[in-house]
């Protein structure tokens, strides 16, 4: 069992940044993504890591604005999310996993989740 915690969501303005964190025993031997759903929609990729290294993994919508990393010392994996629009609106949520590559941006390949933590960006 893996317990995950995040951390950093909030009530921003449409250009400013946000950096959420999500903190757990053992995240270096799973592949680690953020997810985010809006009210009435699916849970959609958003980013990930894969396991034991340092390859990343982006959406399209998200790509040159949000990165992913992680701290192995502090057992915590961050989103740093910058010039932040209002479709980003939603709630977010970190999840582990040994999901193949091909397989990488689906939810259903993740077998623990975070409680989430909303992100609001106003315009």
């Known amino acids: 069992q893996v317990q995950l915690v995040e951390s950093g969501g909030g009530l921003v303005q449409a250009g400013d940044s946000l950096r959420l964190s999500c903190t757990a025993s053992?995240?270096?031997?799973?592949?680690v993504a953020w997810f985010r759903q809006a009210p009435g929609e699916d849970r959609d990729f958003v980013a990930a890591l894969r396991q034991r290294s340092t390859n990343t993994y982006y959406a399209d919508s998200v790509k040159g604005r949000f990165t992913i990393s992680r701290d192995n010392a502090k057992n915590t994996v961050y989103l740093q999310m910058n010039s932040l629009k209002p479709d980003d609106t939603a709630v977010y949520y970190c999840?582990?996993?040994?999901?193949?590559?091909?397989?990488?941006?689906?939810?259903?390949?993740?077998?623990?989740w975070g409680q989430g933590t909303q992100v609001t960006v106003s315009s």
């Open positions: 999840g582990v996993g040994r999901p193949i590559l091909s397989a990488l941006r689906q939810a259903s390949m993740y077998y623990y």
């Open positions: 053992g995240l270096s031997d799973y592949t």
